[in-house]
């Protein structure tokens, strides 16, 4: 098989993009939420793999700070490191950019994910009670987390 590319995510890839998230999240985001997104300026990164997209990350960028908005890996791609190669790569180049300082927000629930971040160096900072609706319509904390990428 041939080896994942990491690469810029392009507008065209939002339709893929979206079916992931729809995939990977309770409630996800579908392709018109995501235009939505990418014409308020979040951009992002992809890999992909014979021309399927098997993961993705989310940034937005306000001054020195940014956001990670999502990322997700396709169900039979996770544990492969795709999340790590993104995390990493959107570090660099964010802080190439000038960004000091990037946030995100994350199920207070999903201990796999805030493993991850806190592998990375983020720290939780708050707490944003009923944050996140289920599928059922029930309501999830987030942890909000932070990393300080100069200094």
């Known amino acids: 098989m041939n080896k994942p590319t990491l690469r810029v995510m392009q507008e065209t890839d939002l339709p893929a993009v979206a079916a992931l998230h729809q995939h990977s999240f309770e409630v996800g985001w579908d392709a018109q939420s995501l235009r939505g997104l990418w014409a308020s300026g979040v951009r992002g990164w992809v890999m992909e793999q014979a021309s399927a997209i098997i993961a993705f990350l989310l940034t937005r960028t306000m001054a020195d700070e940014a956001e990670i908005i999502s990322i997700a890996t396709a169900a039979d791609h996770r ?6 190669q993104l995390l990493q790569h959107a570090e660099d180049a964010l802080k190439r950019e000038g960004v000091t300082t990037l946030f995100l927000e ?46």
């Open 106 to 151: 994350v199920r207070a629930d999903h201990d796999e994910p805030q493993n991850l971040y806190a592998e990375f160096g983020y720290e939780t900072i708050a707490t944003r009670k009923d944050y996140y609706r289920t599928a059922t319509g029930e309501m999830r904390h987030a942890r909000v987390m932070r990393k300080i990428l100069s200094g």
């Open 79 to 84: 544990r492969s490191g795709f999340a790590k």
